[in-house]
């Protein structure tokens, strides 16, 4: 069985699908490694978060964990993924849905969205430089972030 090529398509998937592998696992060191050289924002908060350290507070002050774990599953779907060879710059837009369950809350959605995310192309190697949350649903929270999420003005 031939093995295809890995194609640029195919690693700022990879990119996209390991964000959401890291902080299910409760990897908040590599969630925010994936931002070393990008900016974090949202919909919900005014700021801009830069760079791995900025990324990896944001996680360790939001993000509930139990045991390690948030008890989340982050869904990633309808990704589509534009990319400028030539420049070595891509940018992407999907939906997510988390999943979350803990004795005390059913399994349910508890918030969905869109990334718009931004890459770049270094030494071969695809890293994000933007990544931009835009909540559209919000669910039963109380059991995934630490503080109560409120949209800002």
Not at 94 to 101: E, I, K, R
Request: glycine share 6%; hydrophobic share 40%.
């Amino acid at each position: 069985m031939a093995q295809r090529m890995a194609t640029d398509q195919d690693a700022i998937a990879t990119l996209i699908y390991t964000y959401a592998e890291r902080l299910d696992a409760g990897n908040l060191d590599g969630v925010a490694a994936l931002f070393t050289h990008a900016t974090l924002r949202s919909n919900l908060r005014p700021d801009v978060r830069r760079g791995s350290a900025e990324a990896l507070e944001t996680f360790r002050s939001s993000v509930a964990l139990y045991d390690g774990s948030p008890c989340t599953k982050h869904v990633t779907t309808n990704v589509i993924i534009d990319v400028d060879t030539h420049q070595g710059t891509a940018a992407a837009r999907s939906y997510f849905t988390v999943l979350q369950a803990r004795p005390e809350l059913a399994l349910q959605v508890v918030i969905a969205g869109r990334y718009h995310d931004q890459f770049s192309r270094t030494d071969g190697l695809w890293h994000f430089t933007d990544r931009m949350i835009l909540v559209d649903l919000v669910g039963d929270l109380r059991f995934h972030l630490k503080r109560p999420m409120r949209r800002e003005t």
